[in-house]
């Protein structure tokens, strides 16, 4: 039934094969786009900590450093 | 007169205040752009009338002008920070021009194929090499430009300052993108919506692409801050700040 009623709405008068492909477009780049963000923020803090904990062990002093695991 | 303005940007414009304000503000912007994108989709797709002449094809428009309008919109805050980061020799401002490349050039990748989605089936063709259409292209590859010339320098600030200044020169692609459809004689329509005068649309199909443009706008500092926040870590590994920052979980 609710495919029955969706179906024109679907068919987009036609131009379905242009209308939701646009769309589609337009959602994936965003997506994709706000994904980036998170992936490379985890990758930086993940860099910074094992910097300084190189840093540490050069100078012999120990910091507690939290397992990259711990923070999601 | 109060000076609190300055004051304030001149505050705002330190990485670890920034960080914070950035950390607070793009949640809400986030949600705004969901909210905004939920309602003006739903007058996109269902509530605004078929045109009488492209049938629903056009409804392509919600999306196409919108992030056309978003990829003149964030090149022009790309060229702005660009001048700040080049005279001012602001690190924040070479990281927001910088992280705005990305989003900006999403945005243009987006109007070039949604409008190659539209002109197929109304122009008869993907793509023509006509004035508008032209002129986006050759913005998406300054947007490229500067990100490629960003990331081929060893030094991140080196990188910023070469990108900034090729961002400020393509700035002047802006507004002839804008009046292309003006100067010459394109295939591209021209436009719908004016500021300063009457528009050409109905007011059923005028205000999905009004809070559409909105949700763009507000996905647009959402990403940015994000971006940014990541940026001004890498930059300023070294401090104390991103120090504290990172030992203590970073969940922030």
């Not at chain 2, 994108?37 to 605004?48: D, E, F, H, N, S």
């Not at chain 2, 010459?184 to 443009?213: C, E």
């Amino acid at each position: 039934m609710i495919a029955l009623a969706l179906q024109p709405f679907l068919a987009m008068g036609g131009y379905a094969a242009y209308v939701w492909p646009a769309y589609a477009i337009f959602f994936i780049v965003l997506v994709a786009d706000s994904v980036v963000p998170t992936v490379r923020r985890r990758r930086a803090l993940r860099e910074i900590r094992a910097q300084m904990a190189r840093h540490d062990a050069r100078r012999g002093t120990s910091t507690t450093i939290p397992s990259p695991a711990s923070t999601r | 007169m109060t000076n609190w303005v300055p004051r304030w940007l001149h505050r705002l414009s330190s990485p670890p205040t920034f960080y914070r304000f950035a950390g607070a503000l793009w949640p809400w912007a986030m949600v705004l752009a969901l909210v905004l994108g939920a309602i003006g989709l739903y007058g996109a797709l269902v509530l605004a009338p078929p045109d009488y002449q492209q049938g629903d094809a056009y409804r392509i428009i919600f999306i196409h002008v919108p992030s056309a309008w978003m990829s003149m919109f964030i090149y022009a805050v790309m060229g702005v920070a660009a001048f700040v980061a080049l005279v001012w020799r602001i690190k924040l401002a070479e990281v927001v021009a910088m992280e705005s490349a990305p989003i900006g050039a999403a945005f243009t990748a987006i109007t070039l194929a949604t409008g190659s989605l539209w002109g197929k089936p109304m122009w008869g063709t993907w793509w023509t090499w006509d004035a508008r259409l032209t002129s986006e292209l050759v913005l998406l590859f300054l947007y490229l430009g500067v990100i490629g010339l960003y990331h081929a320098f060893e030094d991140r600030r080196q990188g910023a300052r070469a990108a900034a200044f090729l961002a400020l020169i393509g700035i002047v692609n802006v507004p002839i993108v804008h009046f292309s459809v003006n100067w010459w004689n394109t295939l591209h329509q021209g436009s719908t919506i004016n500021v300063f005068g009457t528009s050409t649309i109905a007011s059923d199909m005028l205000w999905p692409l009004l809070v559409m443009t909105l949700a763009t706008k507000a996905y647009y500092i959402a990403s940015v801050c994000r971006r940014t926040r990541t940026g001004l870590l890498t930059l300023e590994r070294g401090k104390d700040w991103v120090r504290t920052l990172a030992k203590r979980g970073a969940t922030a």
